[in-house]
């Protein structure tokens, strides 16, 4: 039986909000809501227990998590959108129509301001852009990280990580099937487009070299051209086994591979997506609009996400007026049209990659591949938070952390990885050791 007693309003209100983003885009009721936390949760939503008469009156107090349309138990329950969610809400909406689209940034507050120079490393907080330039946490609000405690998070017991997750589709355009539980777009096969081939002479048809020549003539002068690269964000040196950093989840696949941002750097981001969206804000529709030509892999370039602009890389082939992007930003991967892409200016080429990729140390896929109930549970675990990460492993050849997750937002600490076997959701590959150890050894830290 669960202690209800140990949750508090915050927890409670974080676990209503994440249940209405992730039925809102079927028509999520107040006893839909209520069926769902239980199920989730293992107890009744403790309305009673909070001074309420009915549920739907206690989503109603809700003000600032969700909104409530009607009455009785068939009220219609939406999530209260803000900037730092709007996002979340969109990956769930767009997962369950399997057409990925979540918003990851606040509109620029003016559109009159183009940058005409770019120095690298000037214009955003003065931080270096090199190799180990740390990633950023995309929250809009000024004082997004005030409720977050400053003291450093419980140690967990470090032990051999030896499970890695097979690659999914990424920036650099290879996948998997043993990643099916992706919040990406969808897997629906490609249109075969047949047509009849015209004999011709091997002579006529130019080599690769030269249309690629051909094909950058067409790019300005001051875009980012074919075979241009952007640098990945890297793992820091100082960030090694046993260390803890600060992070923040912006795209989760499945619990071996999701993407982050370190937690320092939260303007930094803002300021680079508004600055990007003042810039193109100011181009005609057909103004720098990337041509079929250099739809290229590889290519780096802007694409639309929900009507903003996004740094992005092109994974896949040109083909029917569509091709997949990856977000180098945020390490989402959609399909997008040609008309919602243009170049990439070279002054916003500076600023590595944001997206830096992790795994959850320790657990494993329960039948040898992941659910999507249990890429949805951990995306309900890691939502708006800023987040403890314990550093198990660091594969600096892959650039990917395997870490263990700590939520110390609430009265509690969770430990995420360890939230994803309560759940049923994950196997332990060191059960008793990790388990016993770790929490132990974290609360006489805590004491200390």
Not at 287 to 306: D, I, Q, S, T
């Amino acid at each position: 039986m669960v202690d209800q007693q140990q949750f508090s309003m915050e927890e409670i209100k974080c676990i209503v909000r994440s249940i209405a983003i992730s039925g809102s885009s079927k028509g999520l009721t107040a006893r839909d809501l209520a069926r769902d936390f239980k199920n989730m949760e293992g107890y009744d939503l403790p309305f009673r227990r909070l001074g309420f008469a009915s549920v739907e009156q206690f989503l109603f107090s809700l003000k600032d998590t969700v909104r409530v349309n009607g009455f009785g138990p068939t009220a219609t329950v939406e999530p209260v959108v803000t900037q730092s969610n709007k996002h979340i809400r969109e990956l769930v909406i767009a997962s369950k129509t399997n057409n990925n689209s979540w918003n990851r940034n606040k509109k620029s507050g003016s559109n009159s301001y183009r940058p005409k120079t770019y120095n690298n490393g000037s214009n955003y907080n003065g931080r270096s852009s090199g190799n180990n330039y740390s990633g950023g946490s995309h929250r809009t609000s000024d004082n997004g990280n005030a409720n977050y405690r400053d003291s450093e998070p419980r140690k967990v017991i470090n032990s051999e990580f030896d499970y890695y997750d097979a690659d999914a589709i990424d920036e650099n355009g290879s996948e998997s099937s043993d990643d099916e539980p992706k919040f990406t777009m969808n897997g629906n096969s490609r249109l075969e487009q047949v047509q009849e081939v015209a004999p011709t002479s091997k002579d006529a048809i130019p080599d690769s070299d030269a249309l690629d020549f051909v094909n950058s003539l067409e790019v300005p002068s001051d875009a980012m051209n074919i075979g241009d690269k952007i640098e990945t964000c890297k793992v820091p040196a100082n960030v090694v086994p046993k260390a803890s950093i600060r992070v923040f989840v912006t795209e989760v696949h499945n619990p071996n591979r999701l993407w982050y941002h370190v937690g320092d750097n939260v303007a930094m981001i803002d300021d680079m997506m508004n600055e990007i969206e003042a810039y193109y804000a100011q181009l005609t529709r057909e103004e720098w609009r990337l041509k079929p030509g250099n739809a290229r892999v590889g290519f780096y370039c802007m694409a639309k996400y929900h009507g903003q602009w996004h740094r992005a890389k092109i994974v896949s082939e040109y083909e029917h007026n569509k091709l997949k992007v990856f977000y180098i930003d945020y390490g989402t991967v959609a399909l997008v049209e040609l008309r919602d892409l243009k170049y990439m200016a070279k002054i916003f080429s500076d600023v590595p990659a944001q997206a830096m990729r992790a795994s959850l140390a320790y657990v494993k896929p329960v039948n040898h591949r992941w659910t999507r109930d249990a890429s949805w549970s951990l995306l309900s675990l890691v939502f708006e938070k800023l987040l403890y990460a314990y550093v198990v492993d660091v594969d600096r050849v892959d650039n990917i952390l395997h870490v263990v997750l700590i939520d110390t937002s609430g009265p509690q600490d969770h430990i995420i990885n360890q939230q994803l076997f309560v759940k049923g959701h994950a196997v332990w590959e060191d059960d008793l050791p990790y388990k016993e150890k770790s929490v132990s050894e974290s609360h006489a830290d805590k004491q200390t």
